[in-house]
């Protein structure tokens, strides 16, 4: 019974789409899109409205006086207080072999020069390592030598390879540990 009144319901439209002729068929559609537009914009415009009704949550007072901003001095502070101490740079100097060790590097000896900058008053320790493996141990060691070693920067890092084909590579790595103890016979420390 259900698809006799469809049936009817088909046969009824046709009949009506063509007394009302195909331009006014198009206007009562486009009427209908309109109406549904219209409809979706005030929904739309409701929402926007509950959105700017709703108040904006306000920072509280402990987080603004958290965060002053930094002086020179608290700068300064904090520069000294990441140095390594002088007295250790044998240790980070083993630690960099066990790492190089453990990324399969080959590392026979190294260059090491100590120096001491008067102006910041901070010594230095430069470390020259020639490694020998693969292009992605050596840069894995570089990393992981950087984060075991927080004072030290990375000066220079270059790569040779006799032949195309070679998987082994020769490198050459710089490091500088920056070091907060006084050269011999200075009183030490920071400022």
């Not at 009144?5 to 206007?27: E, S």
């Not at 549904?36 to 926007?48: I, M, P, T, Y």
Request: proline share 5%; hydrophobic share 50%.
């Amino acid at each position: 019974m259900m698809a006799i009144d469809l049936h009817v319901l088909r046969l009824r439209a046709q009949l009506l789409l063509r007394r009302a002729g195909l331009p006014a068929c198009l206007a009562v559609a486009l009427l209908a899109l309109g109406a549904a537009a219209w409809s979706w914009a005030w929904q739309q415009r409701a929402v926007a409205a509950q959105l700017e009704a709703r108040p904006l949550p306000q920072p509280s007072l402990a987080v603004a006086a958290v965060a002053p901003p930094a002086t020179a001095s608290d700068n300064l502070a904090r520069f000294y207080a990441v140095l390594g101490q002088q007295r250790h740079a044998e240790q980070q100097v083993k630690l960099l072999f066990d790492l190089a060790a453990k990324n399969g590097l080959l590392l026979a000896q190294g260059e090491y020069k100590s120096g001491y900058d008067k102006a910041g008053r901070v010594a230095t320790y430069q470390v020259t390592l020639p490694l020998k493996g693969s292009y992605a141990a050596v840069w894995q060691f570089a990393l992981q030598a950087l984060r075991a070693v927080p004072f030290a920067s990375l000066d220079e890092l270059s790569f040779r390879r006799e032949q195309i084909a070679d998987t082994q590579l020769e490198a050459r790595l710089r490091l500088t540990f920056y070091l907060a103890d006084a050269p011999s016979g200075g009183a030490g420390g920071a400022p």
